[in-house]
Nanobody, 126 residues
Framework: QLEIVESGGGLVRPGGSLTLSCTANEFNFNYYTIGWFRQAPGKEREGVSCISSSDTYTWYADSLKGRATISRDGANNTVYLHINRVEPNDTALYYC???????????????????WGQGTQVTVSS
């Protein structure tokens, strides 16, 4: 069973940067499409970025476009989400999720993902 663990959250000042990590226990981690999602208090969970199987395609929500980079370290079964110039609106619980099928592209819909981590909290505040 695929298990996912997020890390890297914490308190960040506006304008700063952060890197979130998503680590899985599968040796063929490159097979999975991985998505990052976030959920702020009182709001629905939304997709913010994803990377397709074998890293052929990446996608970013408009809210992160130009400020974020998603990448994968297959040797360490980890996907990273780096966000620059963080804003208070980036405050949320960030989740990582995996699709259990090979894809040449990806989308940020919660309904497309099969395995989820427990989340890591990001708080942007001065």
């Amino acid at each position: 069973q695929l298990e996912i663990v997020e890390s890297g959250g914490g308190l960040v000042r506006p304008g700063g940067s952060l890197t979130l990590s998503c680590t899985a226990n599968e040796f063929n981690f490159n097979y999975y499409t991985i998505g990052w999602f976030r959920q702020a208090p009182g709001k629905e969970r939304e997709g913010v970025s994803c990377i397709s199987s074998s890293d052929t395609y990446t996608w970013y929500a408009d809210s992160l476009k130009g400020r974020a980079t998603i990448s994968r370290d297959g040797a360490n079964n980890t996907v990273y989400l780096h966000i620059n110039r963080v804003e208070p609106n980036d405050t949320a619980l960030y989740y990582c999720a995996a699709q259990h099928k090979y894809n040449y592209d990806c989308i940020g819909s919660v309904y497309e993902y099969d395995s989820w981590g427990q989340g890591t909290q990001v708080t942007v505040s001065s």
